[in-house]
């Protein structure tokens, strides 16, 4: 398709129409600013609907909303995947928000301080204000060996498993034991062999405490106000934290097997840390995700490719990004959390958006 002759005009831009998105275009609803969230997605939400059929949030749907639109379930039910979906196509629905679908963004860049242009299948777009709000889960990450196994191994990323049925017959050898891995290996282990590798032991929280879900008593406490650059925020962002089952939990009430640390392939199998080799039917690459900003060409990040910033607020004048990991607390990547953050960017707009608010 042609490019259009003239950019349309925004106040702000804000790309990727997810929670942060939303959680952005409910605090510029108000603001008189002419603004669009753009998204790659054929609906608000498909990123949630991609991901495996049986997952279940940790977080109960008390702590699950955005700002003034209450999560449709009991405050203490876990929402699947699907009722996160629906719930974003209806705050979306509910805030009539402007939304631009099917339409990645694939060039952004700076032509003036306050001035940015980006370029999309279908349009360009010029704003005073530009908001990423796509996360800080894009790009899959998978080993360089992985490329060594044998074709006859079906291997998938987390991020591509759907369910036990999609997969073929045989022992399956899951990589990684965050968060995804465990859940992943103890519903595949009801079924057929499964082998569980990790590389570290990660700090865990229970589910449930004293009848209660973690995240109250992680938000009665405080914990989920801690900030990035506090002594406690600084140690506890560098860690991955697990929650509910531990590979033990797994090991003892599924049958999974575990093993350390895969660091190659060998003879067709995963040779790991240990010394064990390991053959399997399937492998799913539990490990991870990196940054993925290729198209936007303005010089905002570090050597591993993530934003410089200070809550969201970058050194480029009207540049920001919200619902990064850890962006200010915690919670800043997390459905019931990332509001505060947007109220934050909202007020840095509003200042001029030029630098980091007292």
């Not at 999309?120 to 800080?136: E, K, L, N, S």
């Not at 929280?205 to 914990?223: C, E, K, N």
């Not at 690459?285 to 936007?296: D, E, H, R, V």
Request: glycine share 12%.
């Amino acid at each position: 398709m042609s490019r259009p002759a003239r950019a349309k005009r925004l106040d702000v831009l804000v790309i990727g129409a997810g929670q942060a998105g939303l959680a952005m275009g409910r605090e510029l609803a108000s603001s008189g600013r002419t603004f669009l969230l753009v998204d790659g997605a054929r609906s608000v939400g498909d990123s949630w609907r991609a991901r495996w059929d049986s997952l279940r949030l940790f977080t109960p749907a008390k702590y699950s909303a955005l700002p003034g639109i209450p999560f449709p379930a009991a405050p203490d039910a876990l929402p699947g995947k699907d009722d996160v979906a629906d719930y974003l196509g209806a705050c979306a629905t509910a805030l009539s928000l402007p939304v631009a679908l099917d339409e990645p963004v694939r060039d952004l860049r700076a032509v003036g301080a306050h001035d940015f242009i980006a370029t999309t299948d279908y349009a360009r777009y010029r704003a005073r204000q530009v908001v990423v709000a796509t996360g800080g889960f894009q790009a899959p990450r998978v080993p360089v060996f992985s490329g060594l196994l044998d074709a006859s191994v079906t291997q998938l990323h987390s991020s591509e498993y759907r369910g036990p049925s999609a997969l073929p017959d045989g022992p399956v050898t899951v990589v990684g034991a965050g968060n995804s891995g465990v859940q992943i290996a103890a519903e595949l282990a009801l079924a057929r062999p499964v082998t569980l590798a990790s590389g570290q032991a990660l700090m865990r929280l229970p589910a449930r405490m004293a009848g209660r879900s973690i995240f109250h008593w992680l938000d009665v406490t405080g914990a989920m106000n801690v900030t990035v650059g506090s002594f406690i925020g600084r140690r506890a962002s560098r860690q991955e934290l697990l929650i509910g089952q531990s590979p033990r939990d797994v090991a003892r009430a599924h049958g999974v097997r575990l093993t350390s640390r895969i660091v190659r392939v060998e003879g067709g199998a995963l040779r790991a840390a240990d010394g064990a080799l390991h053959a399997a039917r399937t492998v799913i690459w539990a490990t991870g995700f990196g940054p993925s900003y290729n198209w936007l060409r303005i010089p905002v990040f570090d050597r591993a490719g993530r934003p410089r910033h200070v809550r969201g607020v970058t050194a480029v004048p009207g540049l920001a990004f919200l619902g990064l990991p850890w962006q200010h607390t915690r919670g800043s990547a997390l459905l019931g959390w990332v509001g505060r953050d947007a109220a934050y960017l909202a007020r840095w707009i509003e200042s001029g958006a030029s630098g980091v608010l007292a």
